[in-house]
């Protein structure tokens, strides 16, 4: 059976380090839920915008159902891996049902991925902590699409990722060690 690591986030959390970390440590293929989206957009001759790919999502899962990117994703995947970008219930549903995995929530305050975000510089991100609100408020009311705060219940570990990357790492390594997972 399929061995998945999900990890579930908010703009900003560090999933993306998270996963690469986990990654580098147990060799494990890292897989983004937004290559499905990205291989539909390249399909429709679309740019790969925040707004197209939440486009393209919302109306695959209207179309299909809600767990259709999960299921496409599965037919990719072979052995053990991390899969990223993970916000809608149906979604964690499925590969729950289908796979051997973990749910890894990582938890950072609002005001700590905003200044990540600062940081980071990518154009996409809000120019202020309102928006940034606003952003993730649509983002978790958008129809058939993601609900964070569902996600969150569905979780087997929780990272409070509001430090630095020593302790970030070392709360990676308690989960390792503790998951029957690896």
């Not at 299921?71 to 916000?87: P, Y």
């Not at 129809?143 to 969150?152: D, K, Q, V, Y």
């Amino acid at each position: 059976m399929k061995k998945i690591i999900a990890i579930i986030w908010f703009n900003a959390s560090w999933k993306d380090t998270i996963a690469e970390y986990i990654s580098k440590k147990l060799w494990i293929k890292i897989y983004s839920i937004s290559w499905v989206i990205k291989k539909e957009a390249d399909k429709q001759g679309l740019q790969k915008t925040r707004d197209n790919l939440i486009d393209i999502a919302l109306k695959m899962a209207k179309k299909h159902w809600k767990q259709v990117l999960a299921e496409r994703l599965l037919e990719e995947i072979k052995n053990k891996w991390i899969i990223v970008w993970m916000r809608v219930p149906e979604q964690l549903n499925y590969i729950r049902d289908n796979t051997e995995s973990i749910f890894i929530w990582v938890r950072t305050d609002l005001e700590k991925r905003f200044e990540r975000m600062q940081n980071r510089e990518l154009y996409w991100d809000p120019n202020n902590l309102d928006e940034l609100i606003k952003l993730e408020k649509k983002e978790n009311n958008l129809p058939n699409i993601s609900n964070t705060e569902i996600c969150l219940q569905k979780c087997d570990y929780i990272i409070d990722n509001n430090w630095n990357l020593e302790e970030l790492f070392n709360q990676v390594d308690e989960i390792i060690k503790k998951s029957e997972y690896f």
